[in-house]
């Protein structure tokens, strides 16, 4: 019970220290799990593990095969997970380049580490591609906290974040498919009968995957499974399918959780986004236990497997010259640029599906005497944990040798999509500035889109907004919404974040009746609230600029302004373009030279800076 207990606790630790640290997961669980396992018979006085997984005399968590049942288990609620994230919509999407590095650059990587793997430690073809094979995924829990502190163009933040959610799904089923390759023949891979097996696997795991998701989306959308049972059945429903899938074919049991979950996540359910922070949340428990267990169950005699200068020759090979490769050859000629094609090179940290499955694989080829399969395990854990640390240490000081970190960033987020933040957000977007709206309104963020805007449906109460990487570059805020209260939340809690140049929001109806009160965060103006707003954008749907002379016309311009509501300055744009938000005490402006506008919503001036009739 101590032990269980522990393991628990120590896991849940462990993610708040990767969190509260910015670092992947994955490291301080695994290095965890190290020091209560394998690292702990160096210092504990009868040599033993702090925590044994495996049944042993008085000691151990599970008994027999117990370890395994529960690996494969959590494994596959795991990749259940992440095949629901696969959208076909998206991938058709994404653009070229992602989806070269998820099918080219794939192929690069599960040729070129099979072949370092086979001549650096004269394994098999066979285990040497399962190798290769479970380092083919990256991962978005091991990218994101890497890149969520690293300022970075949207193209580079976007190609990352893209390869590791696609990828995780496809090097998944890669990997079960050569594993169950090797599997079915017992040594004999490559004989008739074990094609006529390897075919059973992909018939069975396919059809149970296929109709048992279909069967599951039939029962949410007739309302068969009340909506409080719907994640627990979801949950048995995935386990059945595991367990049935591998009676009918041994080992199909991975490919139909996968094909499961591809497919549900590809119907129009209504309560998939629920369903899928159930499986989120699931996966971070069971990740937390696994990981410790994983690295726990590995002997001193395991690292020592690796302890060599082959595995260094390895590491550098795939680190330094196959990810390399295989970018380039994915992002030739595309609109990157050469600094961005080697930061996206350099960054590349192997993850949770690829350690969890390679603990799995492992143990299973090490019962059937496969020669070589001691291997596997230790070869991935040291991938995954080299990869990690080494981009977890250097991609920020990498990413600023060659020029790709942002040194002052220049994207907007405004919280809000109405028609005004979309005026805004398109004239922004038309003088070449990244902009994002958000919203809770799926119409708005409908209508955002249709526009050419980028609109992300987002609660600025949730924490989510703030794992998104693509918003790295994004150094002001401006909350644009008709609630006071919102618009106030939403600069409490992201300033620091999104709002490092400037933080806005717009006058309350309180400020407007009592401008001693204004907000040093003030938008636009202590005259205007989003009412007044909302219905200049009504009547007058239009941007326009006016040149500025000297400070002398800028003043009769903003008097002009305060005198009809209909004008309601928003932005300053000097001679080089630059865009400057309008805060609520712009009368103090000063343009310094010729050459400046003066950007406003509304009514349009005359020449002179008469409004027009």
């Known amino acids: 019970m101590l032990e269980l207990a522990g393991i628990i606790i120590l896991g849940i630790i462990a993610q708040w220290v990767a969190w509260r640290l910015k670092l992947p997961a994955i490291l301080p669980l695994i290095l965890i799990g190290l020091l209560v396992g394998p690292i702990a018979t160096l210092y504990t006085e009868d040599g033993s593990k702090l925590i044994e997984p495996i049944w042993n005399g008085t000691k151990g968590l599970f008994p027999g095969d117990g370890l395994y049942y529960f690996v494969s288990l959590a494994i596959s609620i795991i990749l259940f997970e992440g095949g629901l994230t696969l959208k076909r919509a998206e991938i058709a999407t994404v653009g070229p380049v992602i989806t070269k590095l998820i099918t080219l650059g794939t192929l690069v990587t599960f040729f070129g580490a099979g072949v370092a793997a086979h ?229 590349g940290p192997r993850g949770i599906v690829a350690a969890g499955i390679a603990s799995l694989f492992g143990s299973k080829l090490l019962i059937k005497g496969e020669p070589g399969a001691e291997y596997i395990t230790p070869l991935v854990f040291m991938i995954v944990l080299g990869t990690v640390l080494l981009n977890a240490t250097t991609a920020r000081f990498f990413a600023k040798i060659i020029g790709v970190f942002l040194k002052k960033s220049d994207g907007i987020l405004i919280v809000g999509a109405s028609k005004v933040s979309r005026l805004i957000g398109n004239y922004l977007r038309k003088n070449n500035r990244h902009v994002v709206l958000i919203d809770n309104n799926q119409t708005n963020v409908d209508k955002a889109k249709k526009e050419g805007l980028e609109a992300l449906t987002a609660d600025i109460y949730s924490d989510t907004l703030t794992d998104n990487i693509e918003l790295n570059d994004v150094g002001y805020l401006i909350a644009l919404t008709a609630n006071t209260d919102i618009n106030t939340f939403a600069l409490n809690k992201f300033e620091k974040q999104f709002g490092e140049n400037g933080a806005f929001r717009l006058a309350s109806t309180d400020e407007i009746n009592h401008p001693e009160n204004i907000s040093s965060n003030g938008l636009f103006s202590p005259s205007y609230d989003f009412i007044k707003m909302a219905e200049t954008s009504e009547k007058y749907p239009s941007i326009h600029e006016i040149d500025i002379k000297d400070k002398e016309h800028y003043d009769i311009l903003i008097q002009t302004a305060g005198e009809d509501l209909d004008i309601i300055p928003i932005f300053t744009k000097s001679p080089k373009g630059v865009i400057d938000i309008m805060p609520s005490d712009y009368k103090d402006f000063n343009p310094n030279g010729e050459g400046y506008k003066l950007v406003y919503l509304g009514k349009e001036f005359e020449p002179e800076g008469q409004v027009s009739q």
């Open 119 to 347: 001549y650096f430690f004269e394994l098999s073809w066979q285990i040497s591609f399962l190798f290769s094979a479970l380092i083919i995924v990256t991962g978005p829990t091991v990218i994101a906290p890497i890149l969520r502190n690293i300022p970075l163009k949207k193209d580079v933040s976007t190609v990352l974040k893209w390869e590791g959610i696609l990828i995780d799904p496809i090097g998944a089923l890669v990997a079960v498919l050569v594993f169950e390759f090797i599997s079915v023949g017992e040594g004999q891979a490559f004989t008739k009968t074990a094609l006529i097996e390897f075919g059973k696997i992909l018939l069975f795991g396919t059809t149970f995957g296929f109709t048992f998701a279909h069967a599951l989306a039939f029962a949410i959308k007739r309302n068969f499974i009340p909506h409080y049972l719907l994640n627990v059945v979801s949950l048995s429903v995935v386990l059945l399918v595991f367990v049935e899938s591998d009676l009918f074919a041994h080992e199909s049991g991975l490919l139909a959780v996968v094909v499961m979950g591809m497919v549900l996540g590809n119907m129009n359910l209504p309560n998939l986004k629920e369903l899928l922070y159930f499986k989120e949340s699931l996966s971070v428990l069971l990740i937390s236990i696994l990981f410790i267990l994983l690295a726990a169950n590995i002997n001193i005699s395991d690292m020592r497997l690796v302890y060599n200068w082959n595995s260094a020759l390895l590491f550098a090979v795939i680190v330094f010259i196959i990810r390399p490769i295989g970018v380039f050859l994915s992002t030739k000629g595309s609109n990157l640029k050469l600094n961005e094609r080697l930061f996206i090179g350099w960054v």
